[in-house]
Each structure stands twice: as structure tokens, then as C-alpha cells.
């Protein structure tokens, strides 16, 4: 057999690109992974702090973000939390499910990719890693130039992921890759990332660093219910991050500070209490927000001197924070990119480009993002596998 020739090039060894070599290796196919990284899926290791999120029990399509809302209905269909789970008990490593449907890793994210690098290894997937990935040129085959030589396949996997964390090697060479063969992009943004402020307008808030909360942040017809955690440049946490993939510029966010209680309610039945209205708020949110609430937006005297009108006004802001961000803190600090190569170019059952016969996109690099909570790692599963079927 020629060493330069395979059935199946995949450039990228992430989540996706692992899944699909193993997937079509177990097909019979020949399938050559590429990589530009000296360290195998460098983004599977530091997820989860360590531990890896895999997936989550709750997957559908309302869990993800994308300009063509339907097209991962049918590979998420294919390919389940349930089959990844199923790969993880044949390899007896142990998984824990954690809040709202999220599934870890007992042993950590490296016990992940030693299963799937074994998986690729069982089916004879070839390896080449570091490698560097230079002119790509389709004939009757596409042809790859690269740092080991020029490498020739029927089928071309793009699985190179998106912009988030360049200091773990994010690149946009997938994005390069559907401009030279006229696959058309939609817009791309920083997701799943805090958010930041005005230094002069957070200055009164600055000090609250470190300092978290249950809260309901909104952003439209979007709400989650999730921690909400105050930093020196603004404001980050679950819930935060979730929002920013929806969040627009220039446009406000709608925070509920006590998702729990009626603060309206509670200040009426306690009008005649002599407590100060910072100390009162304390038993509510954490005390370095209480002051800073009672003083910044209210008069911090004692309950029973306070208006009833300026106690309505602090309920109804406890309930209806409004803020607007200045932006993000881009690609270095967001889990995900979103936006990507525009799926309407693609089949949503092979994940193959419709005027390029034999160029698969998988993964991050398309427009498909998924919220916090192991969806992208699902996704990558998913769009891994339906490719792997298909080459």
C-alpha cells in the first residue's frame, strides 16, 4: 500500500476528528489523522478543570446555537450521550453525572482521550502529529502538502476546530480551508466567555471580586438560572457564560440578584424593622454586595426610615438589574467560537459540503454551538460520527 494514499484524510485530532477516524477505521477505510500539536487534544484535557464534562443527558437540538437551527437534529438523533456513555462502560471508566445533566469523568479528561486514542489505534488509524498543513489541491483526489510529505485521500475531514483558546493551538485554518473552496462562513464571535465593562461604571462594583450568586441573567427570550460571579472587568460565572453566546452589543443584560424571594413582599412585611438596609440585605446576597447595593443604590439607613417608594424602586432593581456590557474577553478566555462554516452548505446527515464531493466539516469549525454544560463535547461526538459513516 502506498504510505501517502488514504481513503480518509482527517486534519485535526480533537473530539470530532478522533471520533470520525475511529468511526470510519471501524468501517474498513483507510484513515490518516493530522495534527499540528505536539500534545493529542490538548482541549479535552483542560476541560471540565481537568475532570471533562463528555457530554450531557439532556442533548437536543434547544441546546444549541446555530443560523440554521435544524441541521443537528439528525446527527444528535444518530449518536447519543447514551452511545458515548456505552464506549466509556466498555473501557470500565468510571462517570458521575453532576447538576443539570452533566456527565464527568471520574478518572479525568486524560482517560478520555486514552480511550479514544486506543479506539483509533484497535481500528489501524494512522497518525501523524506534529504535522503542519500547507496547500490543500483537489482533482480527482485531494492532495495535501505537509511538513511529512504530500499526502493523497478521497475524502477530506476538516476537524480543526474554532478560535477559542489560541494558546492551546486554535487557529483558523479550517475557516482558510472553506473560503479556498467557496463553502460560505457565517459571522464568528467569541462564545461562552465573560463579559466585561466600562472601568469608570464598574468601578463601584470592582471590589466585589470573587464574590457569587444564584441569579437569573436574560437576554431576550434566553434566561439561565446559574452562578453568577462578580470579577475586576465585570462579570463571568455559568450563567454569564451561558448568555454571552446569545448576548448583542450595545443592547442590555436583565439580572434577577434573588431568583427566590419577593423582595417587594419581604420589604413591606418588615417596614418597621431598625436593622440597616445593608445589614437586612445581607441575610439575602453576599454581604460585600449588600453594602455596596444598600449604598450605591438605595439610602443605607435603617428599614423603618426608609420610603416605601425608594423599598419598591430596590425591589424591583433587585429583580431587574439592568447592565450592558462593553464586550467580551474574547477568543483567549471563550470555551467556544461561535458562528462557522454555514451549515446550509453542508448535509446535515453526512456533514459533507454539497458543490465539494469528498470535504467533510465537523466540529467547532462549524456554525453549531453549544451551551455550557458538555453540549459541544456532544456535538463533536455526534458530527464526528455522522462524517465517519459517510467518508
Known amino acids: 500500500m502506498n504510505e501517502k494514499r488514504t481513503d480518509v484524510l482527517i486534519i485535526g485530532a480533537g473530539a470530532a476528528g478522533m471520533m470520525c477516524a475511529l468511526t470510519a477505521a471501524q468501517r474498513g477505510r483507510s484513515v490518516l489523522l493530522l495534527d499540528h500539536a505536539h500534545k493529542l487534544a490538548e482541549k479535552i484535557r483542560i476541560s471540565g478543570g481537568g475532570r471533562c464534562n463528555f457530554t450531557n443527558l439532556n442533548a437536543g437540538p434547544d441546546n444549541y446555537i446555530s443560523n440554521n437551527p435544524h441541521f443537528c437534529r439528525s446527527a444528535l438523533a444518530r449518536f447519543t450521550p447514551q452511545h458515548f456513555v456505552a464506549m466509556l462502560d466498555r473501557h470500565g471508566i468510571g462517570w458521575h453525572e453532576k447538576t ?17 486514542k486506543s479506539e483509533c489505534d484497535a481500528a489501524c488509524v494512522r497518525w501523524c502529529m506534529p504535522c503542519e498543513v500547507g496547500e490543500i489541491r483537489r482533482g480527482k483526489a485531494f492532495t495535501v502538502n505537509t511538513s511529512h510529505g504530500l499526502f493523497e485521500s478521497e475524502s477530506l475531514v476538516i476537524a480543526t476546530g474554532g478560535l477559542s483558546i489560541p494558546k492551546i493551538g486554535a487557529t483558523p485554518f479550517g475557516y482558510k480551508v472553506a473560503e479556498q473552496f467557496g463553502v460560505p462562513m457565517t459571522k464568528l464571535k467569541p462564545g461562552l466567555v465573560p463579559l466585561s465593562f466600562h472601568p469608570e461604571e464598574w468601578a463601584a462594583y470592582a471590589d466585589l471580586s470573587g464574590a457569587s450568586l444564584d441569579a437569573v441573567v436574560s437576554f431576550g427570550k434566553h434566561s439561565f438560572r446559574e452562578n453568577l460571579l462578580f470579577t475586576h472587568r465585570g462579570l463571568s460565572g455559568p450563567a454569564i457564560l451561558q448568555i454571552s453566546s446569545y448576548w448583542e452589543p450595545g443592547k442590555p443584560l436583565d439580572i434577577d440578584l434573588l431568583p427566590e424571594h419577593d423582595m417587594q413582599e419581604i420589604f413591606m412585611q418588615q417596614r ?3 436593622m440597616l438596609l445593608g445589614n437586612f440585605l445581607a441575610q439575602y446576597l453576599p454581604k460585600r454586595l449588600a453594602d455596596i447595593v444598600a449604598k450605591q443604590w438605595a439610602l443605607n ?19 431587574h438589574w439592568q447592565v450592558t456590557p462593553t464586550g467580551t474577553l474574547g477568543y483567549s478566555k471563550a470555551e467556544v467560537t461561535c458562528g462557522g462554516v454555514d451549515t446550509r452548505a453542508l448535509s446535515s446527515k453526512t456533514m459533507e459540503c454539497n458543490d465539494v464531493p469528498g470535504l467533510f466539516f465537523i466540529g467547532e469549525v462549524m456554525d453549531v454551538t453549544g451551551q455550557l454544560g458538555g453540549f459541544n463535547f456532544q456535538w463533536a461526538w455526534a458530527s464526528g460520527h455522522a462524517a465517519g459513516q459517510a467518508v
Open 100 to 116: 443539570l445533566g452533566q456527565l464527568f469523568c471520574d478518572e479525568g479528561s486524560e482517560a478520555i482521550i486514552a480511550m479514544l
Open 301 to 319: 439607613l435603617p428599614l423603618n426610615q426608609c420610603a416605601e417608594k425608594e423599598l419598591r424602586a430596590l425591589a424591583e432593581k433587585l429583580k
Open 272 to 274: 418597621g424593622s431598625k
